[in-house]
């Protein structure tokens, strides 16, 4: 299997980042996120205005969420993409990944073998789990959904020029309600090996697919 790129971008509360872990883990490949992105950025000369973010985020664990490239100008806001930029095109190369978030469907869109997803879940089903792994309360957890999807759209927005879960640049929107994690990564991890793989690949994988089905 040559090497790939997976992509997932999510709303809120919709479990993406375990779903996008877990596949990592099933397939056998690296896994980033923004902390992954991020700690390469650290090892660059930041921005004084980069740095008050840093240390604003350590104060209050959803202020990434909120302003995923800091509230600095937006000339630094435009660095600083151009660096995380850098990033992930450099560990895009290092081998087959998962990516979650940082707009890294559109920075690797034009890759050769790469798979863009978009995972979502009804509001009710959000707001409970932020409730549940965050421990809001559900005012909390209803402003959150809310407020981090659209910090999220407006930065996909700024810099793709399209929303994140645009259907004319993903190759697939799956509702992550409707299996749950596990089954979720196990589906994309099918359907990985059916696009990517081999023709054994591909027929193990069917089976697999067959199996969960029945479940």
């Known amino acids: 299997m040559e090497n790939y790129v997976v992509t997932i971008s999510r709303q809120f509360g919709s479990m993406g980042r375990p779903i996008a872990r877990r596949l990592a883990q099933l397939l056998d490949v690296n896994f980033y996120d ?18 008050n973010d840093l240390k604003r ?12 490239l800091g509230n600095g100008s937006s000339d630094v806001r435009y660095h ?22 940082r707009c890294a469907d559109y920075i690797l869109g034009q890759r050769k073998n790469h798979l863009s997803v978009f995972i979502y879940a009804p509001l009710e089903s959000r707001v409970q789990v932020c409730m549940e792994r965050f421990g809001m309360d559900e005012k909390t957890a209803r402003m959150m959904t809310v407020t981090v999807d659209r910090a999220r759209q407006d930065y996909h927005m700024t810099f793709a020029r399209c929303l994140p879960h ?30 990517f793989g081999g023709a054994k690949d591909t027929e193990e994988a069917m089976d697999r697919e067959r199996r969960m089905v029945q479940v």
């Open 57 to 68: 985020a350590s104060e209050d664990p959803y202020f990434m969420m909120k302003y995923p």
């Open 34 to 51: 923004r902390d992954a992105v991020e700690e390469r950025a650290r090892q660059e000369h930041l921005p004084v205005s980069i740095i």
């Open 80 to 101: 600083l993409f151009q660096r995380q930029k850098e990033i992930v095109l450099n560990l895009a190369d290092q081998g087959s990944c998962v990516f979650v978030g």
């Open 166 to 195: 645009d259907m004319q640049h993903k190759d697939l929107l799956i509702n992550s309600q409707a299996l749950g994690v596990e089954k979720t990564a196990c589906l994309l991890r099918d359907l990985v090996q059916i696009k």
